[in-house]
């Protein structure tokens, strides 16, 4: 694997990401040592092919979703869900969300952590493949709305994600790319909402849709 170079992500916020990332173990009375499951993840979300899918990703969702846990009902699941949901990330394969599910598994199941959050992280895992939110599954709604986040922000702050993209995709044909990028903001154009939470409906919503007809109408 991969380390991560110090000029990726500032020393500030791999402090918070460390902090958080024992603080959520602590909150499940977990009395194994992390430091070695915090090092794979490390090296995970370091490596050179990733550009958007970085700890940086993972800190905006958790800054995005610490402000807001008072709406969740398994705060730790979630965490832990965005801890994992990209720790397995190849732009060649198709199996990523399902690969991550089974390394989180693997994991907290040696960390003793308790069946009930490892099956809620395994679904919201899995949640991201098509971010569907899940029948009767609440807290599904925001986890899945923090990874969206990103399509609401502010048009520059867009464009440098849409660039990390398809730097991650650097191996696909110009026009292939295009092609199967459109397809893809085209889906979530055609939901009914882009967002599942009325509160981040009512803050992102627009912006969203504003983003992505833009982008589709660069690549066309």
Same mark, same amino acid.
């Given at each position: 694997m991969n380390t991560l170079s110090s000029d990726v992500i500032s020393q500030p916020r791999m402090e918070f990401l460390h902090e958080e990332f024992k603080n959520v173990f602590q909150s499940l009375n977990v009395?194994?040592?992390?430091?070695?499951?915090?090092?794979?993840?490390?090296?995970?979300?370091?490596?050179?092919?990733?550009h958007y899918h970085t700890l940086d990703h993972i800190a905006h969702l958790l800054y995005f979703l610490k402000v807001r846990n008072e709406s969740l009902d398994n705060w730790p699941a979630v965490q832990l869900a965005v801890w994992f949901h990209d720790v397995i990330y190849d732009?060649? *394969?198709?199996? %990523? !969300?399902? +690969?991550?599910?089974?390394?989180?598994?693997?994991?907290?199941?040696i960390l003793n952590i308790s069946e009930d959050v490892i099956e809620s992280v395994s679904q919201l895992i899995l949640a991201t493949k098509k971010h569907e939110k899940i029948r009767g599954f609440e807290d599904s709604g925001l986890?899945?709305?923090?990874?969206?986040?990103?399509?609401? *922000?502010?048009? %520059? !702050?867009? +464009?440098v994600y849409a660039e990390q993209i398809r730097s991650e995709y650097k191996w696909v044909d110009e026009d292939i790319y295009?092609?199967?990028?459109?397809?893809?903001?085209?889906?979530?154009?055609?939901?009914?909402?882009?967002?599942?939470?009325?509160?981040?409906?009512?803050?992102?919503?627009?912006?969203?849709?504003?983003?992505?007809?833009?982008?589709?109408?660069t690549l066309s």
């Open positions: 009395e194994k040592s992390v430091d070695e499951l915090w090092n794979k993840i490390v090296c995970s979300y370091g490596g050179n092919e990733r732009t060649q *394969k198709k199996d %990523n !969300e399902k +690969q991550s599910e089974e390394v989180a598994r693997e994991e907290l199941a986890f899945l709305d923090a990874d969206l986040a990103v399509l609401g *922000k502010d048009a %520059n !702050e867009y +464009q295009k092609i199967e990028r459109v397809k893809i903001l085209e889906r979530f154009l055609a939901r009914p909402h882009v967002y599942f939470t009325p509160k981040i409906r009512q803050s992102f919503e627009a912006q969203a849709r504003k983003n992505i007809l833009y982008e589709i109408k």
